[in-house]
């Protein structure tokens, strides 16, 4: 498929006429040399062997930092006590589990990558102990899978725990607070729930039962400490596409669901003030098919993307000390459509007023498609001047379209992309097929400031793309963006 976004780099003809409040400019904010704030494990979903690593960035998407790496997918990367070391898994071979093996490195790179393990059997998923000194990691070494200590170095290995028969152990987070470990257990049957055990492998007991969904895999899965210790966050699989974040208490075991969407929640991790979690998450349904990096509130609320974009999978996540607090956020702004820049992104003409984009009330602005790489093509581009005194202000943007195709069938989709000035590409954040005509909504909400520019300014686009054929056309009956500002203090 081609990717009709390519031709937005240049600057595309005015449609509309001039908006208020300024030319167009893209400068990157940049990370103005902010510390990393997190660490997280990436793929490339067109070719996670080739292209993966360890990203660190700031908690809005800012930074191009990278742990040193080697050929190979990393994942379920954890930072040691001492700020900078990490321990990681890497899958060596492309598709083969078990020639994943255990390392360690460096933020700042003043110590080369050492390799811990070595064996021809699945090493994966290590945390370390609280003091650093060991690292716990699950290992198929003796069969089954299980639980496994060795020190930080990679020497003296020993199992620390036996699954029961037909069963096996994963997943381990090992709290620094009061000293104790949490992980997942699989029954013979493939479900899995939530255990707890002393650092020294005593005192072993359950601490969630899985819920009720059965099949393979069902259950709850990377259990995660809250910085006291007082709270396990998981996901709970209901499906083999479907997992809700959850959160139990270890005192009583009581589970609260934080978020249960039409998708997957996954590799929960909690930023060190306790008020947030990062995870990952995946709503095909909503068009947003990738597991991508997101953050919610520790009691639960609406999940906001810091990593709109489609093209990497989150392998897992850490927060970093230097992650700050919520700050205190100001009521939200919704932006004037009817003030925005509004362009041409593909099409060969178009009828209608930029007030039609104002509301969903079936009164559309079209643009008729142009032909280009075999496909029909047709979309618009909207530039929004946000309201703040200083890009980094922007806490969180709130997009929602309403568009629809003229005609469906084999590769058509419907797209919403946003303007990355760092890497100079739109990011698709949206991508829906269609199965008919009817109008359908596109959202997301994201605190990337990768995606706004240095002069205060956001880029959102919207495109049809339809399989060769007769001429068509698109359809948009709303672009909207809300503005979620730091602030002011008093």
């Known amino acids: 498929m081609i990717d009709p976004l390519r031709r937005l780099l240049p600057a595309a003809p005015l449609l509309l006429g001039a908006a208020c409040g300024g030319g167009s400019s893209s400068t990157p904010i940049g990370s103005g040399g902010q510390p990393p704030e997190l660490l997280a494990c990436r793929a490339r979903i ?12 700031t908690a809005q998407n800012l930074g191009n930092g990278r742990v040193a790496d080697r050929a190979g997918r990393e994942r379920h990367a954890r930072l040691h006590p001492d700020g900078n070391t990490v321990v990681f898994a890497r899958e ?7 020639s994943r093996e255990l390392f360690t490195s460096t933020l700042d790179g003043s110590r080369g990558e050492l390799r811990l393990t070595l064996d021809t059997a699945l090493d994966d998923e290590p945390c370390w102990s609280p003091a650093g ?3 716990l990691f699950a290992s198929e070494r003796a069969g089954s899978r299980a639980l496994w200590l060795c020190a930080a170095d990679g020497s003296n290995v020993r199992q620390f725990l036996s699954p029961p028969p037909g069963g096996s152990d994963g997943e381990p987070d ?3 607070a009061t000293n104790r470990v949490a992980w997942s257990r699989r029954d013979g049957n493939g479900h899995h729930s939530l255990w707890l055990v002393h650092g020294d492998g005593t005192g072993i007991v359950q601490l969630t039962d899985g819920g009720s969904a059965q099949g393979p895999d069902r259950g709850d899965h990377h259990p995660a400490f809250s910085p006291d210790g007082s709270v396990v966050a998981f996901a709970r699989r209901t499906g083999s596409d479907a997992a809700s974040l ?5 005192a009583t075991g009581a589970v609260t669901v934080l978020h249960a969407g039409p998708g997957e929640a996954d590799l929960p991790r909690f930023c060190p003030a306790g008020d947030r979690i990062l995870f990952g998450l995946a709503e095909p349904r909503l068009g947003r098919g990738t597991l991508r990096l997101a953050m919610l509130p520790a009691g639960g609320g609406e999940p906001v993307l810091l990593w709109p974009d489609e093209r990497w999978r989150l392998e897992g996540v850490d927060a970093l000390p230097a992650l700050p607090a919520a700050p205190a956020a100001a009521a939200p702004v919704p932006l004037d459509v009817t003030g925005a820049t509004i362009q041409i992104a593909a099409g060969n003409g178009q009828y209608g007023a930029r007030a039609q984009l104002a509301a969903a009330d079936g009164d559309e602005f079209t643009v008729l498609t142009e ?3 075999g496909h029909e093509i047709a979309g618009i581009n909207c530039r929004f001047d946000l309201p703040v005194a200083a890009a980094e202000h922007v806490l969180e943007l709130r997009v929602r379209a309403v568009a629809r195709v003229g005609r469906t069938g084999g590769d058509t989709a419907l797209r919403m992309s946003v303007y990355n000035p760092v890497d100079e590409r739109f990011d698709t954040a949206v991508e829906l097929q269609p199965l008919d005509t009817a109008p359908h909504t596109l959202g997301v909400r994201t605190a990337s400031l990768r995606h706004v520019t240095r002069e205060r300014q956001f880029r959102v686009t919207v495109v049809g793309e339809i399989a060769a054929g007769a001429r068509s056309e698109l359809r948009v009956d709303l672009v909207e963006v809300v503005l979620v500002a730091r602030a002011s203090p008093p």
């Not at 067109?46 to 960035?57: K, Q, S, V």
Request: glycine share 10%; proline share 6%; charged share 20%.
């Open 174 to 176: 090992w709290c620094r």
């Open 46 to 57: 067109d070719n996670p062997h080739g292209f993966a690593e360890i990203a660190l960035r």
């Open 371 to 373: 032909t280009s790489g």
């Open 92 to 98: 060596r071979t492309a598709g083969e589990p078990q």
């Open 246 to 250: 959850c959160a139990a208490a270890v």
């Open 133 to 135: 000194e060991s690292i």
